[in-house]
């Protein structure tokens, strides 16, 4: 038996951007893999090549986000993917904080407004300011925050979102997420390492898109509470089996209990040079999941069964 085909899917920005890439192509390599990082987009790929894709540095997809489904609903036929596309759909509309609240897991507290409907000042009415974003955004795009003093200037920010038929998302702003926005990273369902970074909406009533992500993220350990938390939300998401990876984020509310701002199951950056032992944990799991894929082919004596 050859050794496994993997793509390690990425994208122009993510190629260039994607600190972790380099490094994870040469460990599954290392590990005996047949690894190459592939461009979700290239024209020529043939998906079916590869025994699994692993979706990492697809950081243009909220740009093209039909075209992103359609892709992986797509390469979902012919070969394992993970994250599986219907995680992928799921995750890629912020709604689905509602679905982790509706479960009983702690989120930020969140209004919806959907286009058809206009954004009042009551509405962005909150002691310590909101914080205004669409629903569909990636890396804090389109996102701000506002003082109490400025909600004239909120109301225009969510109309200008709805004006543009997108929904939109109202939270309070957590002053104590200034002690820093905490990131767990999770390998097969299992917790692998933390990191905790500084605020991105540093600046009030600023809409900027080229902001640095992860401003000072530093390897971090978290307490037992947050991992509950962030193990709640996991449990909550619609998928059988644990997946592959995941992100999720975290804040304390005003009595320092954590919150679940973000799960992020898509294409999070994993921080993998934050901790010593993450990229094998990694790597550990990607090879499991091949031989996972084996083990299913061997059950099917038709032959490969490609729609996981």
Known sequence: MGADRIAVVTSDVGAEHDEDLPLLVEALRADGCAAEAVNWD????????????????????????????????????????????????????????RRL??????????????????CTEADVDA????????????????????????????????????????????????HRVEEGERAL?????????????????????????DRTPHPGAARYKPTEAEIRTALRALAAVPVPDPLLFARVDLALDGAGDPV??????????????????ALERFVTAVGAECRRDRLDQGRKPTGRNRNH
């Not at 969140?110 to 058809?116: A, D, H, I, K, Q």
Request: no cysteine; glycine share 6%.
């Open 42 to 97: 290239a024209d020529s790929v043939r998906w079916d090549r590869y025994d699994l894709a692993v979706i990492r540095s697809t950081w243009d997809y909220v740009d093209r986000l039909g075209e992103f489904l359609a892709w992986a609903d797509a390469t979902a036929r012919v070969t394992r993917l993970r994250n599986p596309a219907p995680v992928v759909r799921w995750n890629s509309d912020k709604h689905y904080l």
């Open 101 to 118: 609240a509706e479960r009983g897991v702690p989120v930020v507290p969140t209004r919806w407004l959907e286009p058809g409907r206009t």
């Open 127 to 174: 002691a310590g300011g909101v914080v205004v974003k669409p629903v569909v955004s990636l890396g804090a795009r389109d996102t701000a925050r506002y003082e109490p003093d400025r909600r004239a200037d909120a109301v225009r920010h969510a109309r200008m979102l709805l004006d543009q038929g997108r929904a939109v998302m109202i939270q309070p702003y957590l």
């Open 185 to 209: 990273a999770f390998s097969a369902g299992t917790f692998s390492h933390a990191i905790r970074k500084q605020p991105l909406l540093n600046e009030p009533g600023v809409i900027d898109n």
């Open 260 to 277: 679940v701002m973000e799960l992020e199951l898509i294409e999070p950056h994993l921080f993998l040079r934050h901790d010593p032992q």
